[in-house]
């Protein structure tokens, strides 16, 4: 066999297995496993809405910057599209993530050899696919994915050397990011770190998500134009992070967080003792980077371990992490031993970890029951859900309003608004909107008793009816007696006994 033929298989080899460990681990069960969660069928009603012509979050108007939903357009609109290509399902945004998680790895295994090593690079790009948070949250409709694509760009590109070609492509992942969520900037700050001795990169990084930045401002303020919606949302957005680092901040909180991310399981501890073997001139931007994530990242927010998808931006640097550190191991008993024995010895071993984790999590695939661990708070019965949807389908016209969360609410055909949207419609303030919204950012009635059917399911007991200034709306409900009309064991249908017809769409 000669020697381009030994080279093509086993580059082709690799490939197919990272094809093939994807395709089970990420493709079965992929519409109802994990079971829906509200942030991504908010994302994907907004998504649907985007891709249909329509800037809007259900019944209000969305600059993507206020607080309710700071997620921006690029990939909310590429969720939606591939709803709309499968008849406005979310199977296709599903299908959007899976693909997303498969760029992931194979960037690690083709853009990390040159750096780390071929068999790194391909345990890296396995270990990514079979963690169990992976196999999960890129099944999930989330901003956050795209952003830890763009992540992994940028960090793939800040270990090769300085070139113009390079630095761009290192901001193309930031606008990637951009495009996605404001948690870019962590990256951002990242990547000027690893930069910071040279000073002549730094407009390369920065200009392209810049350029994005720009253009969703500016085509936000032009579209609603002399409406100065999207600075609004801006400063509300800016005030409501700012009082949530005042609140999750403390001077011991920071490091407190950052302990208990990295220790609550094996594979993040494992992480953090990578982190610090790709401290060398080598691999160090591995390091910075996730270093200056983390730091960013975890310091007001103590909940990661379990409401994971926040974190998901940074996995795929800890897996590189990973990846750099069984490199820095190799290479140090080549040094100290002679011989290449020990180091292939300690990476053919290091093989059997995403082996292991794949054999792990394959039979949940394959059954469909992924769990996350916020399951509390997602879907509980997702066929429940869709008989209840095909139930309120029957007996509505398009035009009329439903109040329900965004998990039944994005398989009926007709308009909706959630308690919050209706909570703030009565002029108080609540969870997502600290202070009040502009009736003119209304396209239509939020009112609750301008609709005709309420739908309480298992989110809204468990979380909705809890947040603040909630309850008075269903206190008038429960004094009005509205009946039930449709229940099931996690859901209920409620009627407006004094219905009325609902006005027209305002135009936007």
């Given at each position: 066999?000669?020697?381009?033929?030994?080279?093509?298989?086993?580059?082709?080899?690799?490939?197919?297995?990272?094809?093939?460990?994807?395709?089970?681990?990420?493709?079965?069960?992929?519409?109802?496993?994990?079971?829906?969660?509200?942030?991504?069928?908010?994302?994907?009603?907004?998504?649907?809405?985007?891709?249909?012509?329509?800037?809007?979050?259900?019944?209000?108007?969305?600059?993507f910057w206020h607080p309710s939903?700071?997620?921006?357009?690029?990939?909310?609109?590429?969720?939606?599209?591939?709803?709309?290509?499968?008849?406005?399902?979310?199977?296709?945004?599903r299908l959007v993530n899976t693909f997303i998680?498969?760029?992931?790895?194979?960037?690690?295994?083709?853009?990390g050899r040159a750096r780390l090593g071929c068999l790194p690079a391909f345990f890296g790009a396995l270990l990514f696919l079979s963690s169990d948070q992976a196999v999960i949250h890129f099944r999930w409709v989330y901003p956050h994915n795209a952003v830890a694509l763009g992540f992994t760009i940028t960090t793939l590109a800040l270990l090769r050397s300085s070139r113009p070609p390079v630095d761009w492509t290192a901001g193309l992942g930031l606008a990637i990011g951009a495009l996605s969520h404001p948690l870019f900037v962590h990256g951002a700050a990242a990547a000027w770190a690893c930069r910071i001795k040279r000073p002549q990169t730094w407009l390369r990084l920065i200009i392209p998500a810049t350029i994005v930045l720009a253009s969703t401002i500016g085509l936000s303020l032009v579209h609603y134009w002399p409406h100065l919606w999207v600075f609004q949302d801006m400063a509300t957005l800016v005030e409501f992070y700012r009082d949530f680092n005042r609140e999750n901040a403390s001077a011991w909180q920071a490091p407190r967080n950052i302990a208990v991310f990295y220790s609550h399981d094996l594979f993040h501890f494992g992480s953090?003792?990578?982190?610090?073997?790709?401290?060398?001139?080598?691999?160090?931007?591995?390091?910075?980077?996730?270093?200056?994530?983390?730091?960013?990242?975890?310091?007001?927010?103590?909940?990661?371990?379990?409401?994971?998808?926040?974190?998901?931006?940074?996995?795929?640097?800890?897996?590189?992490?990973?990846?750099?550190?069984?490199?820095?191991?190799?290479?140090?008993l080549r040094s100290i031993f002679r011989r290449t024995f020990a180091a292939r010895a300690v990476l053919f071993i290091a093989m059997l970890i995403p082996i292991a984790t794949t054999l792990l999590i394959l039979p949940r695939s394959l059954r469909g029951n992924l769990v996350s661990r916020n399951d509390l708070w997602v879907t509980q019965d997702v066929s429940e859900v869709q008989q209840a949807a095909t139930w309120i389908n029957e007996h509505i016209r398009p035009d009329e309003l439903v109040i329900c969360n965004q998990n039944?609410?994005?398989?009926?055909?007709?308009?909706?608004?959630?308690?919050?949207?209706?909570t703030v419609w009565e002029k108080r303030t609540t969870f997502g909107f600290p202070t009040l919204v502009d009736a003119s950012r209304f396209r239509y009635d939020a009112d609750i008793s301008r609709a005709k059917y309420l739908v309480l399911g298992d989110i809204d007991s468990r979380w909705t009816v809890h947040q603040e200034n909630v309850w008075p709306s269903l206190e008038r409900i429960s004094q009005q007696k509205w009946p039930i009309v449709w229940s099931g064991k996690y859901y209920l249908v409620a009627e407006n006994p004094t219905y009325r017809q609902p006005e027209k769409l305002k135009e936007d």
């Open positions: 066999m000669s020697y381009a033929a030994l080279k093509r298989r086993l580059v082709l080899a690799p490939l197919l297995v990272i094809l093939l460990v994807w395709t089970f681990l990420y493709l079965p069960h992929l519409r109802t496993s994990p079971r829906w969660y509200g942030d991504e069928t908010l994302t994907l009603m907004i998504g649907k809405s985007l891709a249909s012509g329509e800037a809007v979050d259900r019944s209000l108007i969305a600059t939903y700071p997620y921006q357009p690029g990939y909310a609109w590429l969720a939606g599209a591939m709803a709309w290509i499968f008849g406005g399902d979310i199977l296709g945004a998680a498969l760029a992931i790895a194979l960037l690690i295994y083709f853009g953090l003792v990578a982190i610090f073997l790709c401290c060398s001139r080598r691999l160090y931007p591995i390091a910075i980077f996730a270093g200056t994530v983390s730091i960013l990242l975890l310091q007001n927010r103590q909940n990661l371990p379990v409401f994971y998808y926040q974190a998901i931006v940074l996995l795929p640097i800890l897996v590189l992490a990973w990846a750099g550190g069984l490199r820095a191991i190799s290479t140090w039944i609410g994005w398989l009926l055909k007709c308009r909706t608004a959630d308690l919050l949207q209706s």
